[in-house]
Nanobody, 123 residues
Framework: VQLQASGGGLVQAGGSLRLSCAAS????????MGWFRQAPGKEREFVVG????????RSRESVKGRFTISRDNAKNAVYLQMNSLKAEDTAVYYC?????????????????WGQGTQVTVSS
């Protein structure tokens, strides 16, 4: 599976962005998908994840109520809608695919990664 993330940019605090991740291959629906982020000088951290059929999601506490993950298996795509953005959301955002049956939060449990897209929130 090859992943291509897009949609990042510069936005003011309180604004919104929608990230997209396009996947190649015919097995996309068999992967749990996640979004991670990495700020300068910090470790990569789990943001949100979604189950294979899209019925279950999992989010880190700091983005609950603001970020929403969704997927369209017919289009081999996963999305991250980010609302009420804060300066601390500034990071490079990565989409990733895991072959676990649950939604893992450890980056080591994801096998495929996109190239990352920069999100910058100005305060």
């Amino acid at each position: 599976v090859q992943l291509q993330a897009s949609g990042g940019g510069l936005v003011q605090a309180g604004g919104s962005l929608r990230l997209s991740c396009a996947a190649s291959g015919r097995t996309f629906s068999t992967y749990v998908m996640g979004w991670f982020r990495q700020a300068p000088g910090k470790e990569r951290e789990f943001v949100v994840g979604i189950s294979m059929n899209g019925a279950t999601t999992r989010s880190r506490e700091s983005v609950k109520g603001r970020f929403t993950i969704s997927r369209d298996n017919a289009k081999n795509a996963v999305y991250l809608q980010m609302n009420s953005l804060k300066a601390e959301d500034t990071a490079v955002y990565y989409c990733a695919a895991s072959n676990f049956i649950y939604i893992p939060t450890n980056p080591g449990e994801y096998v495929y990664w996109g190239q990352g897209t920069q999100v910058t929130v100005s305060s």
